[in-house]
């Protein structure tokens, strides 16, 4: 052995630092002593690392399951525990084999491998096997998968309901989570197909590496929760290729910074009356409104009114209308005519041709109701609300109360 050119100081620095300061003489070793001293390393690493030895399961990642048969065969093996006995620091050569095969040279990861169902490059590095995850891609899907009952789940299920009420109305959408790496309390996401809401972000700290992170509480919509890391996290959404952020309300396709096919830089919800000489629209004349959304003009749009049977083959006047700046136009349409269909004014005219019509954009509601509406449409709450027309007035939605 030859003697270490460091002082004792020297030696406790470069121990903290991880630097091996025991400058064995290598060349007494053989290629074949050097491979089954590196080979237990990788073993010692992965015990100080989870605290036990690699363990053999199908349900075992497959740097675990290699380090167990691994280690299968080196306590098998009388060489191998002569040559490893002197740094044997955790006990690991202690202890019987759990599978025996005399078939699989020690040092042949690659038997190893295919022993357990997997390929390798053709290179003899285990590093660079093909369709092996990383061992950051590992630890982050380790991390992930470390959840526990979420006892107040009760609290959360709510914001669940909630959010796929605004997914499927329109209101929210879904991003790719590339555009936006940023977590912050309240956040959705989809991870592996499941929701997912960030209730908590701890104090930030500084990583060994300089990076920022923070510990999170992480709540899933099957009633489970996590403490990962913000990091880990982060680096989950990038490598599910399906992971989404879910948006903000008032970040929806309604109302988006992000232009789409079908979005214009302004729009107009326009509320109509009919002129029709009508017994029923007469006598409801204050509360049977059109309503309808254009990117053109409102005047433009109602000129050959008396000739269409959207309008019901009569003049119309135009007693509201509302500016609202970068809509989709037809998501927004589809959002008002869906909500008050439970006001829909049932009504048969007939066209120009004498065929009876039955005219789908007219509704029996007051004209501060709609007002409303278009109030918690900008502002995202409409989700939270259904129209009653037996009390002509707006709800809480009962199965989001």
Known sequence: MAKSQFTDEDDVLLNE?????????????????????????????????HGRAPNHGEDRDIFERLYAVRLDKIRESE???????????????????????????????????AELGVLNTGEKDVTNLKHVKTRAEIKAAEEIAQRTPCLDFKNFKPLFIKVQAELKSGVRKTRQFKNDAQIKPGDFFILGGQKVYVAEVGEEY???????????????DNGTESNLL?????????????????????????????TEEGDVTSGTIYVLRSKLDHPQIKENQNVIHKIGVTSGKIEKRIADAK?????????????????????????????????????????????????????????????????????KIKDGSIVNYCYVPS??????NKDLG
């Open 307 to 375: 000739n269409d049977p959207t309008f019901l083959m009569a003049d119309v006047e135009v007693i509201a209308s509302y500016e609202l700046s970068n809509i989709n136009c037809t998501k927004l349409e589809n959002l008002i005519h869906k909500f008050f269909e439970p006001a829909r004014l049932d009504i048969e005219i007939k066209d120009r041709f004498g065929k009876p019509i039955v005219p789908r954009e007219w509704y029996l509601v007051p004209l501060f109701i709609i007002d409303e509406v278009v109030e």
């Open 206 to 220: 500084k990583t060994p590496k300089g990076e920022m992170d923070a510990r999170l509480r992480v709540v899933y």
């Open 79 to 113: 060489e191998c525990r002569s040559i490893l006995s002197d740094i044997d620091k955790h006990g690991l050569l202690s202890g019987e084999p759990l599978v025996s095969n005399k078939e699989f040279d020690i040092l042949d990861d690659e038997k190893l491998l």
């Open 230 to 258: 913000r990091r880990s996290l982060q680096r989950a959404l990038y490598k599910d290729e399906a992971g989404r952020r879910i948006t903000d309300p008032t970040d929806g396709p309604l109302f988006s910074d992000v």
């Open 391 to 396: 009390s002509g007035k707006l709800m809480v």
């Open 17 to 49: 630092l991880g630097i091996e300061t025991d400058t064995k003489n290598k060349s007494t070793r053989t290629s074949r002593e050097e491979r089954i001293i590196a080979g237990f390393e990788d073993i010692e690493r992965f015990f100080e690392q």
